[in-house]
């Protein structure tokens, strides 16, 4: 399963960037309100730091609007991909946008039908929300794997783009289902590095380290 960070945060994208584990990047407008600059500038330098789709989301919610803010937004990189709200009308310019070779990620998708019309439209990635469900006491690692199991035996090309991930068991959850695509916040990145048997372990090495080398010289 690839992995991609969700943020809109550059110096977040450039730290776990350089652990070189990224193959991606996605946005959102409420991730673009949390930082400073004008938008097409964030999304042109993160295209400079990851080489990979980076998703950059539509505000329009006509279909003709949509098509003119998303060939405008793939303009920018060729890895922009153009991120649109599960709706007819954005289903309507999937299928226009796949046709002059822009790539759509589906997003707000919370259900397997849902998943399977955007694959339809021609969605290049398709965003099926983890903790949304959650949030509403809905099993959301169940929504995820019914867009799996759907798309894994249907004939598109769509990839499944685990979102609104919230801890590392989700990240867990959607590699065991198969998931082409984790897109993880850098909190979550940070909780999947982190173990307490590692910090001891590596302060156990460090201090036996250096009493032999003190042993040593004494
Ligand atoms: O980028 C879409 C998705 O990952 C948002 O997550 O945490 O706002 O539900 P969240």
């Avoid at 867990?172 to 590692?198: N, W």
Wanted: charged share 25%; net charge negative.
């Amino acid at each position: 399963m690839k992995l991609f960070v969700d943020t809109a945060d550059l110096a977040e994208i450039e730290r776990i960037a350089g652990w070189g584990v990224l193959s991606g990047v996605t946005t959102n407008p409420t991730l673009l309100s949390k930082v400073d600059g004008d938008a097409d500038d964030i999304y042109r330098r993160v295209c400079e730091v990851v080489d990979g789709p980076v998703s950059a989301e539509v505000v329009a919610v006509e279909h003709e609007e949509m098509i003119a803010e998303g060939t405008r937004l793939a303009a920018i990189h060729p890895n922009i991909v153009g991120k649109l709200p599960m709706s007819a009308e954005s289903l309507e310019a999937t299928t226009r946008l796949a046709a002059d070779d822009i790539r759509v990620n589906m997003t707000l998708c919370f259900t397997a039908p849902q998943a399977l019309l955007a694959a339809a439209a021609g969605a290049a990635f398709v965003s099926p929300f983890v903790g949304r469900f959650d949030d509403i006491g809905q099993d959301g690692v169940e929504c995820l794997r019914d867009v799996v199991e759907v798309l894994e035996t249907s004939s598109y090309d769509t990839e499944v783009i685990a979102a609104s991930i919230r801890t590392p068991v989700h990240v867990m959850e959607a590699a065991r289902m198969g998931s082409d695509i984790a897109t993880i916040p850098p909190k979550v990145f940070d909780q999947m590095l982190r173990h307490p048997l590692t910090t001891a372990g590596i302060e156990t090495f460090t201090r036996d380290y250096e009493a032999r080398q003190a042993a040593t010289k004494g």
